[in-house]
């Protein structure tokens, strides 16, 4: 429970501690934001880290003078895309001793190849919409590396989504960030729009539900 408290308090004042970080680290903070970027999209076991309200806070100080917007830019897209790719790697790599292993049973062998027909059919648009979930993005690309979906695939909606996605909360925070009532409820943002980015593979899903219930009623019949 400390942990999430302490989580959930550094999303919650993570302008006020970016500000403490970037007088401290100066022209490394590209790096530390490069890697923890990475780290998110890139390792299974970091999905905690702050992804979309960090890049938001980030370009409130970018329009303060903090950084280079399109320096920044650059350095969060490739943190973002490389990310995936490592993951998708990781996935590809060890997916097969995983699914062997008797540790991770939980993992079954149906469970892969559903999903590696649902990313044969959804692939680009799970790969995309996935980036602006939290912790579904941390997955999405593992899980596409153990369905062995087609690299090429993988890498045009890695590149679209990753742009996307730091597009989206880089400029927002920049253009918007400093406005006295966004500035004022941070949080509150960061979820709408967190929420309203979700709404797509949201309505994905349902769709998909009601078709999987329609053709089995037909079947049924």
Known sequence: MEVIKNILEA????????????????SWSYLLLF?????????????????????????????????NLWWLF?????????????????????????I???????IKKEHIERTHKFYEKYGGKTIVLARFIPIIRTFAPFVAGIGKMSYLKFVIYNILGGFLWVSLFLFVGYFFGNIPVVKNNFLIVILVIMLISALPIAIEFIRSFRANGINKKHRDV
């Open 11 to 26: 999303i919650i004042h993570l302008d006020k501690h970016l500000d403490i970080i970037i007088k401290s680290c100066g």
């Open 35 to 67: 890697l923890i970027i990475f780290a998110e999209t890139g390792l299974v076991v970091t999905p905690f880290l702050p992804g979309d309200s960090l890049i938001f806070a980030v370009g409130t100080f970018t329009a303060l003078g903090t950084f």
């Open 74 to 98: 650059v350095i969060l897209v490739s943190a973002a895309i490389i990310g995936d790719t490592v993951n998708y790697s990781l996935g590809k790599l060890f997916g097969d001793r995983i």
């Open 100 to 106: 062997r292993s008797r540790h991770f049973r939980f």
